[in-house]
């Protein structure tokens, strides 16, 4: 069964939280993976720390410093993903990272552990589309997992319509010029815009927004222009300097939940 | 991959061998893709060669001279030549490269400028093609080597740029690097980002190594007027990422009897765990958005290389060297702090030229050369030495 489109075709306005595996503490990941997932999110997406996350702001880095201080790498995240799916045992998982850890490790082997704790997709924000349709998209499908792209307000329609032939997940949707957590939001005229002219080009696959999205006003507002959004460094916010760290993510899901 | 025919052309998507490439995320592709399609373009237009050439000669200064180095020369029983990049408006060869893209940059319709900096010399040359032009300019620096280069903190803000203090990881070069990428990241739309070295993302290391180029040019011209030959024996230059060497290289690259050395900071010694000695302690990664050899742990976390000299302390090299090592066109020798020291002291006191620390680390390769009385070496004297006193004074006791 396709966890990810299982979750698509039977919900709405799905919550797909992000967090860094290794944050707080070394072994905090399937806790966190089944307190999140108890509390209403509809999709995880672990991220593998890594020492120069170009893609994140600060908060994001700042958590991969820690987790990989902690002693998080790929060996002992894979060791402890053994364990999701006794934890969580519907929801698709994603496992979000930069390239050159995943080379390191052999791009073959990271796939097929992967494949073997449950992992459903992957989403390598620096591995171009030209070198992943080359070297990674056979790799790939030979473990069933889902690549999912980024479309930013930039992305040409061209090069939209490319990426979401080649997806079988979700278009990640980045909400504006800038890193994880940013907190400028950009116009939001402009921001509606982008939406709308995404959402008029009947893309074959769902999307989820993410980068700045905070709290339920923003995970409100993102769902009346896609099938859901992604929270990151707002979670990883709640979690720091907090004894519990499950139960601080769980009380934060269900703040963005709430009816 | 398809090898290339020259060794100065990367293939189209910027490979040198297995080396290059843009690895950048979606944010960067467009800023990427149109630098890509254009800088070749632009940079072919009579216009831009026209002021480019004007500026060279009259704000960089250049032809820099070919200084032949007679007492160096005994010294080493060899005929030894320098090339003057220490006289270049600045202090330094970046500047080679900040006029061109600054020029580039205007004619991309970019009207802000970024840019990371190490040792802060090519801050500098940034804050100063910047203040030339009119554009605001923003130079990320890390927080440790904001305290350990003040002056060239001093003489950005003097020039009007804004200096902005990089805190994340080590707090050096390599998180410079990474806090512009998420400001281009942040200002897609009107901002160019000058890249210092022939590093990150296709089109950058060979957009820096053209520009760049302007040296080894001059040399070959100055050698057939000193020696009769335009080729000399041995072209030696320091390498942190790498653009003094892709310059004083280039147009060597395809004469196969030169011999190309690229000498690296070996801090307190290669194998010390205090280096910067990517060829060697290197292995094939990703680097801010481009594969080459670099400084990493089992798990392809990034390291902290360590070399006395803030110019030398990358944890990567540009692309094309790391090819040129692999398929064996160039050499590479390590040089100490202490060793660059020495060299300090020795050019200082036998030709009357204090260099800058990075370069030094060429000049102390000049001993494990080979070369014999016939020889001709030229070595790049990339940078001066008066960003380095502070560091020089310290060290006295070594360099009396």
Not at chain 1, 221 to 242: F, N
Not at chain 2, 80 to 94: N, S, V
Not at chain 2, 179 to 195: F, G, L
Request: hydrophobic fraction near 40%; include cysteine; charge should be negative.
């Amino acid at each position: 069964m396709d966890r990810i489109k299982h979750a698509f075709a039977s919900k709405t306005n799905l919550l797909n939280t992000y967090f860094t595996a290794g944050y707080p503490r070394l072994h905090d990941t399937i806790p966190l993976a089944k307190a999140l997932v108890e509390a209403g999110a509809d999709i995880l997406e672990i991220g593998m720390p890594f020492s120069d996350p170009l893609a994140d702001g600060p908060i994001i880095q700042g958590s991969s410093t820690v987790a990989l201080a902690n002693g998080m790498n790929l060996p002992v995240l894979f060791e402890q993903l053994k364990g999701l799916r006794a934890a969580v045992p519907e929801t698709p998982v994603l496992l979000m990272g930069y390239l050159n850890p995943v080379m390191q490790f052999g791009v073959e082997e990271f796939c097929r552990q992967a494949a073997d704790v449950g992992v459903d997709g992957l989403i390598l924000p620096d591995l171009p589309l030209a070198e992943y349709e080359e070297f990674y998209q056979e790799t790939f499908k030979k473990y069933d997992l889902k690549a999912v792209f980024l479309i930013t307000p930039q992305t040409s329609e061209e090069r939209i319509r490319r990426l979401d032939r080649l997806s079988e997940a979700f278009l990640y949707l980045v909400s504006g010029p800038g890193t994880t957590g940013g907190t400028t939001l950009p116009d939001a005229v402009v921001q509606e815009q982008y939406f709308e002219r995404i959402a008029a080009l009947k893309l074959r696959n769902p999307r989820l927004i993410g980068f700045g999205i905070a709290d339920k006003a923003g995970f409100d507002r993102a769902c009346g222009h896609a099938e859901g959004a992604i929270i990151g460094s707002a979670l990883i916010r709640a979690l720091e300097d907090v004894a519990d760290a499950p139960a601080a993510a769980e009380s934060f899901v269900r703040g963005i939940k709430q009816a | 991959m398809t090898p290339t025919t020259s060794y100065q052309q990367p293939t189209a998507r910027g490979y040198y061998g297995q080396f290059g490439g843009a690895f950048v995320p979606e944010m960067l592709y467009p800023n990427v893709e149109e630098l890509r399609t254009q800088y070749l373009a632009i940079m072919a237009d009579p216009a831009f060669q026209a002021e480019l050439q004007a500026l060279l000669r009259d704000y960089v200064g250049r032809p820099t001279p070919l200084f032949e180095a007679k007492r160096l020369s005994a010294k080493y029983n060899t005929r030894i030549f320098l090339k003057r990049e220490d006289l270049c408006h600045t202090g330094a060869h970046k500047i080679n490269n900040t006029v061109g893209q600054i020029l580039l940059a205007q004619r991309l319709g970019k009207t802000r400028i970024i840019a990371e900096t190490g040792a802060g010399q090519h801050g500098v040359a940034t804050a100063t093609v910047c203040a030339l032009m009119g554009l605001p300019c923003v130079v990320y620096m890390g927080a440790i080597d904001m305290e350990r280069q003040a002056p060239n903190v001093a003489r950005m803000r003097l020039l009007g740029a804004e200096v902005r203090r990089a805190e994340s990881g080590s707090q050096t070069l390599k998180d410079a690097t990474n806090e512009a990428i998420r400001d281009w990241i942040a200002n897609p739309v009107d901002t160019h980002y000058i890249i210092g070295s022939v590093v990150g993302p296709h089109p950058y290391p060979d957009l820096v190594a053209r520009l760049q180029s302007v040296i080894s040019e001059e040399m070959r011209k100055q050698l057939l007027e000193k020696t009769g030959s335009e080729l000399p024996d041995f072209v030696v230059a320091c390498v942190g990422g790498g653009s003094n060497a892709a310059g004083a290289f280039y147009h060597f690259l395809d004469e196969p009897e030169v011999r190309l050395i690229a000498v690296e900071a070996a801090g307190h010694g290669i194998h010390s765990g205090h280096s910067a000695a990517t060829s060697v302690l290197g292995t094939p990664g990703i680097i801010h958005g481009s594969k080459t050899l670099l400084m990493q742990d089992e798990h392809g976390q990034i390291t902290e290389p360590y070399s006395l000299s803030a110019g030398l302390d990358y944890p990567g090299i540009g692309p094309l060297h790391a090819y040129l090592g692999e398929v064996g066109r160039s050499e590479f020798i390590a040089i100490t702090d202490d060793e660059a020291l020495t060299a300090v002291a020795e050019l200082s006191r036998l030709e009357g030229i204090i260099p800058a620390l990075e370069t030094a680390h060429a000049l102390a390769a000049l001993g494990q050369l080979g070369a014999g009385p016939d020889d001709v070496v030229v070595v790049n004297l990339s940078g001066r030495g008066d960003k380095d006193l502070e560091t020089y004074l310290k060290n006295m006791d070594k360099l009396v």
